[in-house]
């Protein structure tokens, strides 16, 4: 898992559910090395720390190395660059601010029937129509895209992530970041913003407690 200093770590588990939800797009990492990029659906309420399900091409021989293994996938939330410029403070050195979670859990393969039923929540989660979306995805072409994929269950032993936000500078340091960001014409950057606001940095109040995973 990745290195965290206390000050940095996510509230608690479901702050991590909700981050992990909202970007769920996740690298999946087996050993012998091997990664794959995926979209992922988070079932929170399953297992004790929650339990992930995705899908790989048949093609795709990563999924062969995966049932009963232990895999790592990290989801990558905004990052930017921050400038040294941006800070009151006097002395301050160009960085780099993100924020990141990780799960560590046990993979296993999917019947068909198990991965299309979680495929079609999957779909549900990101079409705000899904009859019509349903209609590109005639019955006989689902069944036929079914046979091309692997569905994979993670089930998660241990989540952590870290919000590196500039939680320790100034309130000044931190409202001129978030000036410098929220006016930067970059996406990347207008979403680091927005993160630093739900976690009220920039206006020097954030509320944290122990993180319970």
């Known amino acids: 898992m990745l290195y965290c200093p206390p000050h940095m770590a996510f509230a608690n588990k479901?702050?991590?559910h909700d981050f992990i939800t909202?970007?769920?797009?996740?690298t999946l990492v087996s050993?012998?090395?091997?990664c794959s990029h995926l979209p992922w659906l988070l079932q929170r309420d399953e297992g004790e720390h929650g339990v992930l399900y995705g899908h790989l091409a048949w093609q795709n021989p990563h999924w062969q190395q995966l049932d009963k293994q232990q895999v790592l996938i990290t989801f990558t939330g905004p990052q930017a660059y921050i400038s040294p410029r941006w800070y009151q403070s006097q002395k301050a050195?160009?960085?780099?601010?993100?924020a990141v979670a990780q799960v560590l859990g046990q993979a296993?393969?999917?019947?068909?029937?198990?991965?299309?039923?979680?495929?079609?929540q999957q779909v549900a989660q990101y079409e705000p129509d899904e009859a019509a979306a349903l209609l590109k995805m005639p019955e006989q072409y689902q069944q036929q895209l079914a046979r091309g994929i692997v569905g994979v269950k993670v089930t998660i032993s241990e989540l952590g992530g870290k919000l590196k936000l500039g939680q320790h500078r100034s309130v000044a340091d931190q409202q001129g970041v978030f000036a410098a960001l929220s006016n930067n014409a970059q996406p990347e950057a207008q979403a680091l913003a927005m993160l630093m606001q739900q976690m009220q940095l920039g206006n020097g109040r954030i509320e944290r407690q122990s993180a319970k995973t």
Do not use: K, M
């Open 22 to 26: 909202q970007h769920s797009f996740g």
């Open 108 to 120: 296993e393969l999917l019947d068909d029937s198990v991965t299309s039923a979680r495929l079609a």
């Open 14 to 16: 479901n702050t991590l």
């Open 93 to 98: 050195v160009p960085t780099w601010n993100y």
């Open 31 to 34: 050993t012998p090395f091997f």
